[in-house]
């Protein structure tokens, strides 16, 4: 061993002269400089921000932890290896415990629209604070209707009608009920890897088991979805929407209430649906007796950059939309807006919500739409979304880990795979990377049905600086694997 090891020394220092006679010294000390800076390259450098926050002197990380195990629902998870914090945001920057500053490409999951206490919005909730935080729709307040108008004035065709909920799990649920009230009919189409909420009707609605219990889920049928990615048809809407039709003929009456889908998936992992899908499965429904439920919760309020609402990038107007998230800043404030005749069918009985339309909410909603058109939010979203994935797409022609890059706007997928023919999700490489990027200041979401989806999801503030390092930041931790 150690003759083998002399052996080995001894050709390595002959190839080394060797050089120096060839080369000179300089090219060679030259050339050793360079490797050093090409392996140990620096790491990214986050844009300045002209904010600092106080001291935090609440409980500790671990004492939340303690706490939340003992208090709260065993159900809970969290990301990152060492959970994050978080005490104080400001536009599209976090901050935790320590004060370390963070750039936040997840908002909250697509709900941070403005940005993290917005100025204008915390001046419109104060406001109403000090004036009435609650009453009731039984009497009279001109929040509800003032955002009720301004609303629908962003939405096109007929809808004109909203009621307000909470979140967006009430307002699919209402929705699906809508449906099923107006044509008489119970069976409704979803997509599979959709996902639509986490009560009773909206829970028969998605189609990823990670999110559904064993429980009576009836009266939904779930088409293929229109992956152009993973899907079989890839590209070819109008192939994939022949399956609607075929559930419709042999798994219903030949009538159904209507369709749900979302016009980007969300948690399902940034899915466009395939061009030319939605208009061919909106006629097919049509012809079936059912109406159309547009799931805007996550791809709404100008989040996609080319227009206000995803549907609208499919050419297509449904008979119901439906929203959260972004509608509020992160105010629990949900709606669903309709026709005139589909909001009929909930006067056949009384229908009320206690919360929905409470005047703390509306008043946020209505700044936040104040602040989308003010502050150009959509083009921000449409310039800023361009350039972010054109760098995305960039990093996966270097990196195999990278198989594909999806979306519009600021509501961006990038999927890792192993193997790029095979498509195999990259999951415990997806972990990884999430904890590398937060160390480096930088926060994602993750989804897709394996788990191996960077969702980028940022508040609508996001600048060409912020897109640019955090691509930067996950070349750089890409290039570590």
Same mark, same amino acid.
């Given at each position: $061993?150690?003759?083998?090891? /002399? ?26 400089? #360079? ?10 450098? $986050? ?15 671990? =004492? ?13 998870? +969290? ?16 901050? @935790? ?13 697509? #709900? ?7 100025? =204008? ?5 104060? %406001? ?5 935080? +609650? ?33 967006? &799990? =009430? ?11 107006? &044509? ?41 979805? !229109?992956?152009?990615?993973?899907? *079989? ?23 159904? /209430? ?5 016009? *980007? ?27 159309? *439920? ?9 989040? &996609? ?17 439906? $929203? ?6 992160? *105010? ?41 058109? =003010? ?13 972010? %994935? ?5 990093? %996966? ?6 198989? @594909? ?13 192993? @193997?790029?023919?095979?498509? &195999? !999700? /990259? ?31 940022? !508040? ?6 912020? /897109? ?14």
């Amino acid at each position: $061993m150690r003759r083998f090891t /002399a052996v080995n020394s001894l050709l390595k220092r002959s190839n080394y002269l060797l050089q120096l006679q060839r080369h000179g010294f300089s090219q060679i000390v030259a050339q050793r400089t #360079t490797s050093v800076h090409e392996t140990e390259t620096k790491i990214p450098k $986050m844009p300045s921000f002209d904010y600092s926050p106080p001291p935090y002197d609440g409980p500790s990380t671990a =004492e939340i932890i303690e706490k939340r195990r003992e208090f709260l629902s065993p159900a809970l998870f +969290h990301f990152y290896n060492t959970p994050l914090n978080i005490v104080e945001g400001k536009m599209q920057y976090v901050f @935790d415990e320590t004060g370390r500053r963070y750039l936040d490409a997840f908002g909250g999951i697509a #709900t941070v629209s403005c940005g993290h206490s917005h100025p =204008e919005i915390v001046k419109s909730v104060i %406001k109403q604070l000090k004036l009435i935080q +609650h009453s009731t729709i039984l009497y009279l307040n001109h929040t509800i209707s003032d955002f009720a108008e301004a609303l629908v004035s962003n939405l096109p065709g007929d809808l004109k009608v909203v009621f307000f909920t909470n979140s967006g &799990t =009430e307002a699919n649920e209402l929705a699906m009920m809508m449906a099923r009230l107006y &044509t008489g009919c119970n069976d409704i189409v979803s997509l599979r890897n959709s996902y639509h909420g986490n009560a009773g009707a909206t829970m028969g609605a998605t189609a990823q088991s990670n999110w559904k219990f064993n429980v009576v889920q009836s009266g939904v049928h779930h088409a293929i979805n !229109p992956d152009p990615y993973r899907g *079989i048809f890839g590209s070819d809407g109008e192939k994939y929407a022949r399956d609607v039709h075929d559930l419709i003929q042999f798994g219903t009456s030949g009538q159904v /209430a209507g369709f749900i889908g979302e016009s *980007i998936q969300g948690v399902g992992g940034i899915v466009e649906l395939a061009p030319g899908y939605l208009p061919a499965a909106y006629d097919i429904v049509r012809r079936a007796g059912g109406i159309c *439920i547009a799931d805007e919760v996550q791809s709404g309020f100008a989040r &996609t950059g080319t227009h206000f609402w995803g549907f609208q990038s499919h050419g297509v107007i449904p008979d119901i939309v439906t $929203m959260a998230k972004g509608i509020g800043n992160g *105010i629990p404030l949900g709606a669903v807006v309709t026709t005139p005749e589909v909001a009929g069918v909930l006067s056949r009985r009384s229908y009320f919500n206690t919360f929905g339309g409470n005047p703390m909410c509306t008043a946020a909603g209505h700044a936040v739409l104040r602040v989308i058109h =003010e502050e150009k939010l959509q083009e921000n979203a449409f310039l800023v979304g361009s350039h972010l %994935k054109r760098r995305f797409t960039q990093l %996966k022609d270097k990196h195999e880990l990278i198989g @594909d890059v999806r979306g519009r706007g600021l509501m961006l997928g990038v999927e890792f795979v192993t @193997d790029r023919d095979l498509k &195999t !999700p /990259a999951k415990t490489e997806t972990l990884h990377l999430m904890d590398q990027m937060k160390e480096m200041g930088v926060l994602v979401g993750k989804g897709g049905f394996f788990g191996n989806v960077f969702r980028i999801t940022p !508040p609508l503030c996001f600048t060409v600086s912020d /897109a640019d390092f955090l691509v930067d930041v996950m070349d750089h931790a890409v290039s570590k694997m």
